[in-house]
DNA sequence: ATGTTC
């Protein structure tokens, strides 16, 4: 039950998994935990992932478990894994199935005392214009042509198809487009399957949240997100992919898997499997990882055009889509490559994030110029029954983290236990008695994301903060969800 | 996460 493995205590939030533990590690692990979490952690085998990781080719560092960590595909979710560029390797299992799953919030210049005679209202608009469930149909069906433009360009696709406006841009980690997707890395399948999804919620832990600012941490911070009001009206957007990412991750597991004896690789794991950085597999992996990524951003920029106009068309004047801003988008599923001080010399690694997101601290060049004083904006969402986070990224996690921190509450029941524990009615009801509307396709499925389901964001965001990691700036209460 | 057992 992974309650084996040995633990060495640093302080009140790491724990290492000694290099020696067995002998396939080849760098130690870390796992960011207080006393409590560390509990529920060892009770699935998370940190066996941990220490599985930890053996892959050319991993530098640590192979690193953010306090949301949970039992993943080969990789823990909320891992991280640095691998050497030159002598390492990437493993799509490293990035999970849902490729650039992320998380945007848009502000708004409504107080909670507007809204609350038009929850119901806007929770229906909000259904309507995001649709969602599993196997969706998205807003829009592309053309061959079409799909291959939004692989490349991702985000800007997008805003020069009239979702959204310019200024997005800026506030999407990477522009929402990584540089080199190669759609002719992408199989027929994948694309035929993007074809119709782009601009859906899907379904999972996937949804639309609108939530209101319920406590405020940072305020400095907070005011240069446009945040910083108590009681002020935010709304939330978690996807990815969709079946296209889904599809891309399937198809380049089954090569890699098919390739480990080529390359020599024996893993302590075959869902490890792995492809050489400098092969042509590895980087055609990387090609199409990039085209789903960019599927993602456009994906997110639909949905948050369907949010604007749902809000306009309840409010009226009063939250026009100008007066929704983009504050940040964050991607928390993807390898990227990136630069390190490791030992004393700087190190081009890459990173690979599945369920962690990038933190980067006050500083950094990757961040818009509007966030150079405070930090890259860090988005945490909780469960729907209590709350959500934003964070900005902290020094430490570029000494610590390869420019990570956690991702999420982080599951503490697997889907099936979920659905056991919790009926769909007293859930809904449950819900109601906190205030949180809900508008759901499947009520079924609503009862595998119970916010029983889920660790304490709360205690999770404290986790990385004291660490270091990243620094709180305020915390979200749910007013409206929408899900598949 | 996912046309949720191609």
């Known amino acids: 039950m992974g309650t084996n493995i040995p633990l060495e205590r640093i302080d009140d939030n790491r724990w290492l998994i000694p290099q020696r533990y067995n002998d396939a590690m080849r760098v130690p692990g870390m796992v960011y935990a207080d006393d409590e979490l560390i509990q529920t952690i060892l009770s699935d085998n998370a940190l066996q992932q941990v220490a599985n990781v930890a053996s892959l080719p050319g991993i530098v560092g640590h192979s690193l478990g953010m306090p949301d960590i949970h039992w993943g595909y080969g990789f823990p979710v909320g891992g991280v894994a640095a691998t050497d560029a030159e002598t390492g390797v990437v493993s799509p299992g490293g990035i999970g199935f849902d490729i650039n799953c992320g998380v945007r919030l848009l502000a708004t210049d409504l107080h909670y005392d507007q809204v609350k005679g038009k929850v119901a209202e806007l929770a229906d608009r909000l259904f309507d214009n995001l649709p969602s469930g599993v196997g969706t149909d998205g807003m829009r069906q592309l053309t061959e042509q079409e799909m291959h433009d939004v692989m490349v360009q991702g985000a800007r696709w997008a805003v020069d198809e009239g979702y959204g406006f310019a200024e997005d841009i800026d506030m999407t980690e990477e522009q929402g487009c990584l540089e080199g997707a190669d759609p002719s890395a992408v199989s027929k399948h994948a694309i035929q399957r993007g074809r119709k999804q782009l601009g859906s919620l899907g379904s999972g832990n996937h949804f639309c949240e609108i939530q209101m600012v319920d406590h405020i941490y940072n305020q400095e911070a907070a005011d240069a997100m446009g945040i910083g009001r108590k009681g002020q009206i935010v ?5 990815g992919s ?24 024996h893993l302590v794991d075959r869902q490890l499997a792995c492809l050489p950085l400098d092969s042509e597999e590895g980087q055609a992996y990387l090609g199409a990882m990039k085209c789903a990524a960019n599927f993602a951003w456009a994906n997110r920029q639909l949905l948050m055009h369907g949010v604007r106009q749902s809000f306009a068309s309840v409010f009226g004047r009063k939250a026009r889509p100008k007066d929704l801003p983009l504050v940040y988008d964050v991607c928390h599923n993807i390898a990227k490559m990136e630069e390190y001080e490791i030992d004393g010399e700087m190190k081009r690694v890459c990173v690979h994030r599945k369920g962690a997101t990038r933190a980067f601290p006050a500083g950094h060049p990757a961040l818009p110029e509007k966030y150079q004083a405070i930090g890259q904006p860090v988005l945490i969402p909780g469960d729907m029954g209590r ?37 769909s009615k007293q859930l809904l009801e449950m819900l109601e008695k906190k205030g949180v509307t809900v508008r759901v396709h499947s009520k079924n499925l609503l009862a595998e994301e119970a916010p029983q389901a889920y660790k304490d964001a709360q205690q999770v965001v404290n986790v990385v903060h004291n660490a270091g990691l990243a620094s709180l700036v305020v915390r979200l209460r749910p007013l409206i969800v929408v899900k598949g």
């Open 235 to 239: 709304a939330t957007l978690h996807c």
């Open 242 to 265: 969709r079946g296209m990412g889904h599809q891309v991750a399937e198809d380049y597991i089954k090569l890699a898997e098919a390739k480990q004896e080529d390359f020599g690789f």
């Open 387 to 423: 709350y959500s986070f934003m964070l900005v990224g902290a020094p430490g996690s570029m000494e610590q983290s390869f420019g990570s921190c956690c991702h999420g509450a982080g599951r503490r029941m697997s889907r099936t236990a979920a659905k056991k524990a919790v009926g």
